[in-house]
């Protein structure tokens, strides 16, 4: 593997472990759909809200089983009662993917609205000027003693 497969590799990874929380978590997660949101994918929290169907708070043994049913089935994509390795893997993939694409779609919407930030006159063209007035509001967000440098002296972690 050469050096930049391996990054590339390794950036890959970093993407899905970022993504393999509550929403696509293959187990305990939220349904099916994997669009809401959770502290954390093996949380009570998300226990709670995936199995409690009534909404009073708690989960019996039978809303429990029920839950994991609906589970089983969603995961049984050729309806035959079984669930294959391939089915399995098959059901996460698509999500993963769904998953991705919403991530994607929404990563380069907020592109076009960062652009829109730097090409401050909006003319369609981000300028070099433009480009360091962009940075000039970073550095001076973090030169917070406003030495014009930064260092560790200066208290802000963020700009
Ligand atoms: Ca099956
Ligand atoms: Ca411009
Ligand atoms: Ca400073």
Redo the contacts with the bound molecule.
């Keep these: 593997m050469t050096t930049k497969t391996t990054q590339a590799a390794l950036a890959a990874l970093t993407a899905l472990t970022a993504l393999s929380g509550p929403a696509l978590a293959q187990d305990g997660e939220s349904a099916a759909t994997g669009t809401r949101a959770t502290a954390s994918g093996h949380s009570k929290t998300s226990f709670l809200e995936t199995y409690d169907t009534n909404g009073d708070g708690k989960v019996s043994v039978a809303e429990f089983t029920a839950g994991r049913e609906a589970k089983y089935k969603s995961?049984?994509?050729?309806?035959?009662?079984?669930?294959?390795e391939a089915?399995y893997v098959e059901e996460y993939r698509a999500r993963l993917d769904a998953e991705l694409a919403r991530r994607r779609s929404l990563q380069i919407r907020q592109t076009y609205v960062r652009y829109g930030v730097l090409d401050t006159d909006h003319d369609q063209n981000m300028s070099l000027e433009e480009f360091h007035e962009s940075g000039g509001r970073m550095f001076k967000r973090l030169d917070t003693n406003g030495d014009g440098v930064i260092d560790e002296r200066d208290s802000s972690d963020h700009y």
Aim: charge should be negative.
């Design positions: 995961f049984d994509l050729d309806g035959d009662g079984q669930v294959s089915e």
